[in-house]
């Protein structure tokens, strides 16, 4: 497999000199591998760290400038950031306001990420966290690690980032991130496996005639195979699993994201039959985004993220923001 | 079993982590996101670099620096999760020069408490707590049975090469390869895998 980098060592370290070249709005830490805003933090200003494992981009780094993170800690590819990583993200962009993580639910983030509060709290820095699981994939059972964090992470940062920018206090910006979190669901399918530059091959093996339903965000295989069909099929497919565990109605944030490896248009295919189902259901996709936005590598495939709005989070999702994956109103 | 036992077994855990990077990340491979080799491998190459550079006086000692290399710089959740293994066993061992077979065998239990209360696995659950537990015991066992510590970190060994096996069968019920729900059976677990090597090298410090 093909890949365009140096060495498979220091994947994460020239992605980061890539960003802090082509993003004169950011400061990149490359040593511990934190991507700031280049502005220092806000007095007063609750700030917002995410992170997660490399791979997803844009996610996180994509998504620090104004409006939305105030830091992002990429770790190796699909490997959660270490605690001091992401400790030294909080404790640099604590504005005396507090820091919110938003940490998607798999097991690795969870951990590194309460140690890193623990350390954060350590230098007197208040952390708040918001818990993104929003797969439907999963069973949220004694049997399962929980739902996943998959496309609402993207939502909960817009939205709470936009809160946080208008001087909100820490436990509003954790409440509202905890609401999009409540109000939205994913689900994804892929057609492909990724290929991790480490492992040189293809993470799970598919036919030319099969795809992979509810998969994850780290090319891990999802709960079941099937054939492959048209994007009508798998657009009521995957929206029938998003509506049996929280029905559609109403004013709707609609994601339509690809995982790396699917052009634009496929997405914008897929979007008209994610409308139409929409619209079926009597809800409305007022709000939208179609684009690679949390990804797999170079995985192709798609998921479907929707929020249910309210007015608060529709204006909020339009309040300006303005950085290198998504920017508006500014 | 002194302070060079204990370096000893961290270098062969190491040695033993790098020769089987590849088939732990293929384990991981098929049940999670295929890293899992080359994380431990970064994060034991870094142990050895630690201890290489600042050498611990005590057994306690190299096994808190350990764990401690391992929370900074593998990630994940096997990173906290062994990080801590090896930090609560190397504080069980206090400021003691000389460690006995009892006494290793408690710090033992004290690292397997660690994972259990960090990430919150029973045994079944298809974890690396699967191949610990069974070790723990199989220990503490041989310990009070009065064998010599080659046997007793034999047996260990044993059983923890045993417990990942084990895993072959099971559902995930923590960590990534639940989400895989029934999928997940027929797959030994990469973190059961990697503890059965962590414990043979144990053996293998033991024997030299």
């Given amino acids: ?330 | 079993m002194d302070t060079r036992f204990f370096t000893t077994w961290m270098e062969e855990a190491t040695a033993a982590v790098r020769a089987g990077r590849d088939h732990l990340t293929r384990l991981d491979a098929a049940i999670g996101d295929a890293d899992h080799g080359t994380n431990l491998d970064r994060g034991f190459t870094a142990v050895a670099e630690a201890l290489a550079a600042r050498p611990p006086v005590t057994p306690g000692g190299v096994l808190v620096l350990a764990g401690s290399t391992l929370i900074r710089k593998v990630g994940g959740a096997s990173g906290p999760l062994y990080g801590i293994a090896f930090r609560e066993m190397g504080k069980s061992l206090g400021e003691a020069t000389e460690v006995s077979a009892a006494e290793l065998a408690a710090a033992l239990e004290a690292g397997l408490a660690g994972i259990r209360r960090l990430g919150g696995a029973e045994e079944g659950d298809k974890t690396m707590v699967d191949a610990l537990a069974p070790a723990v015991r199989a220990l503490a066992l041989a310990v009070q049975e009065g064998g010599t510590p080659e046997d007793a970190l034999e047996a260990a060994a044993a059983a923890a090469e045993e417990g990942a096996k084990a895993t072959i069968p099971l559902q995930a019920r923590k960590g990534r390869a639940s989400y895989l729900g029934p999928r997940s059976i027929g797959h030994e677990d990469p973190g059961a895998a990697s503890t059965a090597l962590l414990l043979a090298a144990l053996r293998t410090a033991a024997s030299r």
């Fill in chain 1, 1 to 330: 497999m093909k890949k365009l980098i140096n060495g498979v060592g220091s994947v994460v370290t020239d992605t980061l000199r890539g960003v802090a070249a082509a993003h004169p709005s950011l400061r990149v830490d490359i040593e511990n591998k934190v991507i700031f805003r280049r502005e220092p933090p806000r007095p007063g200003k609750v700030g917002l760290v995410s992170g997660g494992g490399s791979g997803h981009e844009p996610l996180h780094s994509g998504y620090v400038g104004y409006g939305m993170l105030d830091a992002a800690c990429p770790g190796e590819i699909f490997t959660a950031p270490v605690p001091d990583q992401i400790a030294t993200a909080t404790t640099g962009v604590d504005g005396g306001a507090g820091v919110l993580h938003i940490v998607k639910n798999y097991t690795g983030d969870v951990l590194n990420f309460e140690m890193a509060a623990e350390l954060s709290g350590d230098e007197g820095v208040e952390v708040a966290r918001v818990l993104v699981d929003d797969d439907v994939a999963v069973r949220d059972s004694l049997y399962t690690a929980g739902r996943r964090g998959t496309g609402a992470t993207l939502f909960v940062e817009k939205i709470a980032g936009a809160l946080a920018e208008s001087g909100a206090p820490l436990a509003e910006v954790a409440r509202v991130g905890k609401e999009v979190n409540t109000r939205s669901r994913s689900f994804g399918v892929a057609l492909t496996a990724c290929t991790t530059p480490a492992a040189g091959a293809p993470t799970f093996e598919l036919g030319d005639a099969e795809i992979e339903l509810g998969i994850g965000i780290h090319g891990e295989p999802g709960r079941a195979r099937a054939a492959h069909r048209e994007a009508r099929e798998l657009v009521r497919l995957t929206m029938d699993a998003i509506d049996d565990d929280l029905p559609l109605s109403g004013e709707t944030l609609v994601m339509v994201n690809g995982m790396g490896g699917t052009p634009l248009m496929e997405l914008y295919i897929v979007f008209a039959e994610v409308a139409a189902y929409l619209e079926e259901k009597g809800a409305t996709a007022v709000r939208s985004l179609v684009g690679n936005h949390v990804t797999s590598l170079d995985m192709q495939g798609f998921s479907v993220t929707t929020c249910a709005l309210t007015g608060e989070l529709t204006r909020l999702w339009d309040a300006p923001v303005e950085t290198p994956a998504l920017r508006w109103g500014r």
